[in-house]
């Protein structure tokens, strides 16, 4: 794994996420997903690529958790292209993720359309980190180093309600440094695996529904109490108190289908 810093940093990269790059498709492009390259033949670069494939990403899933796009709305990718100022090419291969992700579903004649059920995606996710992240809590209070500790005091500080103007993106970037390294620690590839994937929608919870500040505060207080037991090594302590943590934030959403 990556410092603690850049795997945050990638995370919430781009908050809020803005979609901009200038229209590049012939009219006429088909609606299939499957076998699309951009006009004139030649891909942006990897990296621009991927960015706006994760952009593009975001914006149909925020659509669907906010309720704008119901179960079985078809989705089609011309007119994403066009509303978001993109060529097809991103929008394709981000129609291609949500539906390996389970959240659209592909019709036999390759269409996308949304799966019933899927916005409460976020919520469901949450349902799942009630069931890991506590274990994992546990596990990785007995496996945290002091560096990962010290690095977690130090962004804890930094995150101090009100104590500087940018209190609030502090306290992003630890709830996220905290919950990850947790993840990392805990001592199981496939269950640190599994809760890296949860937590990239998380940023999605941000952009969809910013947390007010006395929400994020009372998070902070609680993740507090999660790092004093990661320090103390106590591991059931630290499955109670995320535990906790998580049904609170669940009770204190922002909107129904967004925690």
């Known amino acids: 794994m990556g410092s603690m ?3 945050v940093n990638s995370l919430l990269a781009g908050l809020p996420s803005a979609v901009k790059p200038p229209p590049d498709e012939p009219q006429g492009a088909r609606d ?6 951009a006009a004139g033949g030649q891909d942006p670069p990897a990296s621009a690529e991927s960015s706006r494939v994760d952009a593009v990403y975001e914006q149909i899933l925020l659509r669907i958790v906010r309720g704008e796009l119901a179960g079985g709305s078809e989705l089609k990718s011309t007119r994403i292209a066009r509303e978001l100022g993109l060529s097809r090419t991103p929008v394709v291969q981000a129609l291609q993720r949500l539906a390996a992700d389970g959240i659209v579903a592909l019709a036999p004649n390759k269409r996308a359309v949304v799966r019933p059920g899927a916005e409460n995606w976020l919520v469901e996710l949450h349902e799942l980190r009630e069931l890991l992240e506590p274990a ?3 596990r990785a209070a007995e496996r945290v180093t002091e ?3 010290a690095e977690l005091d130090r962004l804890a500080a930094e995150a101090q309600p009100h104590a500087q103007p940018d209190w ?6 630890f709830d996220f440094a905290l919950h990850l390294r947790i993840a990392d620690r805990a001592g199981n590839f496939a269950l640190a695996q ?3 994937k949860i937590w990239t929608y998380k940023r999605i919870s941000y952009l969809a529904a910013p947390e007010p500040a006395e929400t994020l505060a009372k998070g902070y207080q609680e993740h507090l109490a999660l790092l004093a037991a990661l320090h103390a090594r106590d591991a059931e302590t630290a499955r109670a108190a995320m535990l906790f943590h998580l049904r609170s934030a669940a009770t204190l959403r ?6």
């Open 136 to 138: 994992a809590a546990a």
């Open 168 to 173: 609030m993106a502090a306290a992003q970037r």
């Open 194 to 196: 599994t809760l890296r």
């Open 5 to 7: 810093s850049n795997q």
């Open 254 to 259: 922002a909107a129904r289908n967004i925690v």
């Open 32 to 37: 299939s997903v499957p076998g699309c390259v």
């Open 147 to 149: 560096a990962d500790l």
